[in-house]
């Protein structure tokens, strides 16, 4: 497969995912397959709970900002991309993470913010800086492992004190890399994990076992290690991108955010033909605080095309 397609695949399903997981989110497990018994049936990509069909949520909208910020500032400009997730965060997006709109609006400097905010709230494992790492994932690819990791780590830091969302965000920017080189992802695990800092590396070797199932959760899948592990669980346990993102979104709980994550390693898996052109079509991700602009899907080609290519 042409790198370009395992690319564009990773940018628009991870962006897939969060728009057609988004009107089931808090729901309960088997939502999706109950409205939509039969895939390619009837609809999916359905809006609801306040998401118009095809539009995307804070996940692709926050991983469009990490993409323009690396493409305009020519590279990891960490004060450029958190001034640019303060404007956003303050211009009435729909939806944006607690911990998140935290950090962005409590008035701290970008070096400073996710650190305090973590020293006052030590469980701050949450999803937020993982549902928005396809672009960086597919920008710092072609730089290599030890650059792909860091860069992870820091721009997860802009948002999240926690060492343990860094860490996961750096396992998702490595599946990625390693699915582009034509690596299987999931027999590559093993070497991805000992990347993992050993604090952090226990509960990750957990989520990530090939036996582990979403239901075995010690946590709401709104934290980092359950949505990362469940959505490398329907990568695993499917055989196409369509049926690894009903099993996500059939999950429950974070649905657009563990769609979104599945979503990217399924799209470079499998590459952007794989993804059902009746998901795309209506696709478009609204940029709150960025003069109203609406990105559609040649948009996202684009972007990347400027990305990866
Ligand atoms: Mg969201």
């Not at 780590?153 to 396992?171: K, M, S």
Request: hydrophobic fraction near 45%; proline fraction near 7%.
């Amino acid at each position: 497969m042409k790198r370009m397609q395992r690319v564009a695949g990773a940018v628009v399903g991870s962006a897939v995912g969060d728009a057609l997981g988004a009107p089931f989110e808090f729901g309960p497990p088997g939502a999706f397959s109950a409205r939509f018994p039969a895939p390619g049936v009837g609809g999916e990509m359905c809006g609801g709970g306040g998401w118009e069909p095809g539009e995307a949520t804070d996940d692709t909208q926050m991983a469009v900002l990490v993409a323009e910020s690396l493409l305009e500032r020519g590279g990891l400009d960490l004060p450029d991309m958190f001034a640019r997730f303060q404007r956003w965060a303050t211009s009435e997006p729909k939806d944006i993470g607690l911990q998140t709109e935290d950090v962005l609006t409590n008035g701290m400097p970008w070096d400073l913010a996710a650190a305090i905010h973590f020293q006052v709230n030590p469980r701050a494992a949450g999803n937020g800086s993982l549902m928005r790492a396809t672009t960086s994932a597919v920008h710092f690819a072609p730089a290599g492992p030890e650059a792909t990791v860091e860069a992870a780590h820091r721009i997860a830091a802009l948002t999240h004190g926690d060492r343990a969302a860094w860490e996961g965000t750096a396992i998702f920017h490595e599946l990625i890399r390693r699915t582009f080189e034509g690596t299987d992802p999931l027999g590559a695990l093993p070497d991805i994990l000992a990347l993992v800092h050993p604090d952090h590396r226990g509960r990750y070797e957990t989520v990530l076992a090939p036996e582990w199932h979403p239901d075995q959760s010690t946590e709401f899948n709104g934290a980092v290690w359950p949505c990362l592990g469940s959505a490398v669980w329907a990568l695993r346990t499917t055989a196409g991108f369509e049926d690894a993102l009903r099993a996500a979104i059939d999950l429950g709980g974070d649905t657009d955010t563990v769609a979104a994550v599945t979503g990217g390693l399924a799209g470079a898996y499998y590459g952007l033909d794989a993804i059902p052109t009746r998901w795309t079509q209506a696709l478009h991700v609204p940029l709150p605080g960025f003069d109203g602009r609406v990105l559609h899907l040649p948009d996202l080609l684009r972007l990347a095309q400027r990305l990866g290519g």
